[in-house]
């Protein structure tokens, strides 16, 4: 299983990155896929995700209305596109692989997530 993620870099507040993450070793329709972050000095966040057993999608507050998640099965890619950034956005991005189901939780249970890439890093300046 591996998890290669790209499209990080610097952009100015008020900019847009898209992230991708390209998955090998299983398929996206049978496994969930989400984004986590962390910044220097706080706890990894869960940002984004979508369950692959109803395609649910999730969004943490922070970023409702700018970030967008989306999955191309065939690619086995899952992207982020975000939008409006912000400074607290900057931190080191990250995609990761959960259950199929989590049941009324959908994707939310990063904690059960199995494999994460390496991260990408996101840097936001105002």
């Known amino acids: 299983v591996q998890l290669q993620a790209s499209g990080g870099g610097l952009v100015q507040v008020g900019g847009s990155l898209g992230l991708s993450c390209a998955a090998s070793g299983f398929s996206l329709d049978s496994y969930s896929i989400g984004w986590s972050r962390q910044a220097p000095g706080k706890e990894r966040e869960g940002v984004s995700c979508?369950?692959?057993?109803?395609?649910?999608?999730f969004y943490d507050d922070p970023v409702k209305g700018r970030f967008t998640i989306s999955r191309d099965i065939a690619k086995n890619t899952v992207y982020l596109q975000m939008n409006d950034l912000r400074p607290e956005d900057s931190a080191t991005y990250y995609c990761?692989?959960?259950?199929?189901?989590?049941?009324?939780?959908?994707?939310?249970?990063?904690?059960?997530?199995?494999?994460w890439g390496q991260g990408t890093q996101v840097t936001v300046s105002s």
């Open positions: 990761g692989r959960g259950p199929f189901t989590g049941g009324n939780y959908g994707c939310t249970l990063f904690y059960e997530y199995d494999h």
């Open positions: 979508i369950s692959a057993s109803d395609g649910r999608i």
